[in-house]
């Protein structure tokens, strides 16, 4: 089974006419927060890309929470931003959510015509790792990764977390590309660390000089949840993982 890497965000549309099982990856902070969301009961999100969007869905759906930010902070008028803290059970259990942000949605955004669609992050590497590479077995596809970055930019972070989930593949039965097997080879060497790693990093500093250095302490944690995100007609719904089948 082959496994590729996108490296920046506008190349992720790419996945799409591959066939291949896709995993979008924003660890500072969007799929994060989407699973830290999803485990904590919410019914499911809707990712648009726009404010507009956004507030518009809002005016339809009343009930529904508004989620998101723009350079880092959470917008006017919005319930809660971008931070997987913020993302309590007693705030978001049997809800559903509307999240826009700056690089994650729109990352999504690229690939929501695509099959397979899963999220993931650091919090989820390993089971999301075991979904992808059991829909492609049994489906005869392979797996892309698709790094959303910060404002379509390389971001350390997101290489880190490709590494992660590529880590927990199978290694006889893959072939990675070249950036996908730098990816695992970058986070084996970092994974003792990865906290401090992640901080040096321009997405996580300028996080830090916003006042949100305990969202990329919480975002750096490794396998958490066993939630995996899963794109359904536009939406994001969970999947609670399975048991290991290889």
């Known amino acids: ?45 809707l990712p648009v890309r726009t404010l507009r969007e956004a507030r518009q869905l809002h005016q339809e759906h009343p009930s529904y929470i508004l989620a998101g930010e723009r350079g880092g902070l959470k917008p006017i008028g919005f319930t809660l931003g971008n931070s997987p803290l913020g993302f309590k059970r007693e705030i978001v259990s049997e809800k559903n959510i509307i999240v826009t942000t700056t690089s994650g949605t729109a990352a999504i955004s690229r690939v929501i015509k695509g099959r397979h669609v899963l999220l993931g992050a650091l ?34 972070e997101d290489f880190l977390g490709a590494g992660a989930i590529i880590e927990s593949l199978p290694a006889r039965r893959i072939e990675c590309s070249d950036a996908a097997y730098a990816s695992f080879l970058v986070f084996t060497a970092a994974k003792g660390s990865l906290t401090m790693i992640i901080q040096q990093g321009n997405h996580a500093r300028n996080l830090k000089n916003l006042g949100l250095e305990k969202d990329v302490v919480f975002c750096s944690q490794l396998n958490q949840y066993n939630v995996i995100p899963r794109l359904e007609n536009g939406r994001i719904v969970k999947k609670i993982a399975d048991v290991r089948v290889y």
């Open 123 to 156: 919090l989820n590497a390993k089971f999301v790792a075991e979904e992808a590479y059991t829909i492609g077995k049994r489906e005869g596809l392979g797996i892309s990764l698709a790094l959303s970055g910060k404002k379509g930019s390389f971001s350390l």
């Open 1 to 45: 089974m082959h496994v590729n890497l996108e490296l920046v965000a506008r190349e992720a549309k790419k996945t799409v006419g591959s066939g291949d099982v896709i995993i979008v990856i924003d660890v500072l902070r969007c799929t994060s927060s989407i699973i830290t969301a999803l485990a904590n009961g919410a019914r499911s999100i």
